[in-house]
């Protein structure tokens, strides 16, 4: 049984979810969850702490089972299967290592439970263990004890140790919520690389949208148990498909603005719009935009009144702050160096390109 | 470098910090709880257990062992012994049971199950002596059920042995509880997402996590296992060589005015116990230094 690290790809599993749903106690952690995964996809879950991603990674793993609902491996129904028999690769937040064995013992643990008739031989195994360990960038710690490694050294450890069972599903959870900007950012690349070298499915869940947006081909966005979008990172963030996504995912400017005969008004006055804009029907109405989607006008009647309240560099324009006249609100714009406002001053924003969703805002 | 370069140009007077048998502390006040805790270990354990030896050091070799080596005190020694390993193993086993159900699980009653845990350390000895020669004996609640099965509980070495566990139970429970919680359960759904059964990841995730704090529990069972004597003497029916436990062979002495021969069983038990101790100790290096952390 020789390992195949280089190129899985032909393994990688294709996962389908029917209509999950979740509920503990009285609440409602999913609610008919209906998703598809490509094999060899990476896949990001992005929500706030509450919105069910971490419960849903739990289900596709088989560490929790939906209410309703069927789970799809291959298109094979493993809905109640156990974690132990589907065969995937779980990465904790926590990196859950066994700490009473050398970080060698905890990555050959998946295969030394194994049945004596699939067990490899101890060379075998040994020759395996060496191979991830020099696969995570950790292969002269093998005698080393998990107490004794740093944050990012360990969860290279869960890495391994997950990867030795040759899983055809990879699956993470905020794999790196408690390491430092640093590390995490070295992390965030070495994985991607990682997945694309071996070659399987991955799915991780985030609240970091950088993350999510930086390492997935596809983003799944999550809010209350439900989905919001699930799209490539370049349409999450141009196309957000609810206020919530575009409020969630990016920096933005929010509004609240009245829809009424086809136009957006605002304190009685027409706000003139980007061409182009699709409005919503007769109502309230939330308008957003990105900071880098605005400029300064000086004509009055073309965008929002704001008095500037604070600038500061960032990274190559100047991003200014504004308190909108009439409204409770902020407003965050960038504009280039030459020109910048002062604190203090007028400023007429026009936004030049907005999207508009129905409702009210949240409280 | 610095340091042997101007070692010669030390002013007189001021000596070179001297060797010391403790790390340097911020933390101020250790010469006097040091000294405080030395004087009060000496006189509340260790000044009683040296005039046990002294005491025994004034009688000859020949009355030594014709009290302390004699056919009943050495039965007894085997049953206070035995009974207390028996009963520590027992303990072991369900005290780790109970702790973990206290650990794992929600249920009804859960404070209440909590509480029963350390009755035994709030009940008088007597009390349960009683309680179970009550219960055990022959026309008792439990033993009158027994009696035609041929189980005899009272007044034999079985019934020592489940007095022993009763009053050991608490040590096991309480040593392990906070052990077992501070395992994750991320940890076992680890042991399980690669492959591993439930035995598997008790025996071989749980279990070396947990083996220090057991051992512990063990030997705090077993240490107050081979000193009890309150609630042992009421159920073990005291008859030489059959269910005589070696603190009462102390008392027997003692009422003969005997006080030299007291000390010798004592010194006998006091030996075996450390003995055994030390080995529990050892044990438990050995496991810890497997774990470290």
């Not at chain 1, 779980?90 to 008739?117: E, P, S």
Request: aromatic fraction near 8%; charge should be neutral; charged fraction near 20%.
């Amino acid at each position: 049984m020789a390992l195949r690290l280089s190129r899985q790809g032909d393994r990688a599993l294709s996962i389908k979810l029917d209509t999950i749903s979740k509920n503990f106690g009285g609440f409602t952690a999913l609610g008919n969850i209906n998703l598809e995964i490509e094999p060899g996809e990476f896949l990001a879950l992005l929500g706030p702490s509450g919105s069910g991603k971490t419960t849903l990674l739990r289900i596709i793993a088989g560490l929790e089972f939906p209410d309703t609902g069927r789970v799809y491996y291959d298109g094979d129904d493993i809905t109640d299967l156990k974690v132990a028999d589907r065969g995937v690769g779980f990465v904790f937040q926590h990196y859950a290592l066994f700490r009473h064995m050398t970080v060698a013992d905890n990555v050959a643990f998946g295969l030394t439970v194994r049945k004596r008739r699939d067990r490899p031989a101890k060379s075998v195994i040994q020759a395996r263990v060496q191979e991830l360990l020099d696969l995570v960038q950790l292969g002269h710690l093998g005698k080393r004890y998990p107490a004794q490694l740093s944050g990012g050294q360990r969860q290279r450890v869960a890495l391994a140790r997950a990867l030795a069972v040759e899983p055809r599903l990879l699956l993470l959870d905020e794999p790196f919520g408690a390491l430092d900007a640093r590390v995490r950012k070295d992390l965030r690349r070495w994985l991607r690389e990682l997945h694309d070298s071996v070659g399987l499915t991955s799915i991780f869940v985030t609240h970091d949208q950088d993350e999510a947006l930086e390492l997935a081909d596809r983003v799944v966005v999550m809010d209350h148990g439900v989905i919001e979008q699930i799209d490539t990172p370049q349409k999450i963030y141009d196309e957000p498909a609810s206020a919530f996504v575009f409020d969630f995912v990016g920096e933005s400017n929010q509004v609240a603005v009245t829809i009424a005969g086809g136009e957006a008004r605002l304190f009685d006055r027409t706000l003139p719009l980007p061409a182009g804009t699709t409005l919503p029907g007769d109502g309230p109405a939330r308008l957003f935009f990105r900071p880098h989607d605005a400029e300064i006008v000086a004509d009055d009647k073309a965008g929002l009144a704001a008095t500037v309240t604070l600038t500061r560099p960032n990274s190559g324009s100047i991003r200014v702050e504004g308190k909108l006249d009439g409204l409770d609100r902020l407003v965050e714009i960038d504009v280039p160096v030459e020109g910048a406002p002062q604190v203090g001053e007028r400023i007429i924003v026009r936004p030049t390109r907005v999207k508009l969703y129905a409702g009210r805002a949240e409280a | 470098m610095t340091a042997t370069a101007t070692a010669g140009h030390i002013p007189p007077g001021h000596r070179m910090r001297r060797p010391c048998f403790r790390a340097p502390s911020i933390i101020p006040g250790f010469g006097l709880t040091f000294g405080l805790s030395l004087t009060w270990l000496c006189l509340i354990v260790l000044i009683p257990l040296s005039a046990v030896f002294i005491k025994t050091a004034g009688m000859g070799w020949d009355h030594f062992s014709s009290v302390a080596l004699s056919e009943r005190a050495i039965a007894a020694y085997r049953l206070s012994f035995g009974a207390s390993l028996g009963a520590a193993f027992i303990n072991a086993v369900f005290g780790l049971m109970i702790a973990w159900i206290l650990v794992r699980y929600d249920f009804v009653g859960k404070r209440v199950v909590n509480a029963l845990v350390d009755l035994p350390f709030a009940l008088p000895t007597a009390v349960a002596g009683i309680a179970f020669t009550s219960l055990y004996a022959d026309n008792g609640w439990i033993g009158q059920y027994l009696e035609p099965l041929g189980i005899k509980v009272a007044f034999t070495q079985f019934g020592v042995v489940i007095t022993l566990v009763f009053i050991g139970l608490p040590f096991v429970v309480r040593s392990v509880e906070p052990v077992l919680a501070d395992i994750g359960k991320d940890v076992e759904e680890a042991s399980a997402s690669l492959g591993a059964t439930r035995a598997q990841t008790f025996r071989r995730v749980i279990l070396p996590a947990i083996l220090p704090a057991l051992l512990t529990g063990f030997a705090l069972a077993f240490a107050r296992g081979v000193g009890e004597y309150g609630s042992v003497i009421f159920i073990a029916g005291n008859m030489p060589y059959e269910t005589e436990i070696a603190p009462l062979l102390i008392i027997t002495q003692l009422e003969q005015y005997d006080y030299a021969g007291a000390t010798a069983i004592a010194t006998v038990m006091l030996i075996a116990s450390f003995s055994l101790l030390l080995l529990i100790n050892l044990l438990q290096a050995w496991s810890r230094r497997r774990t470290v952390d």
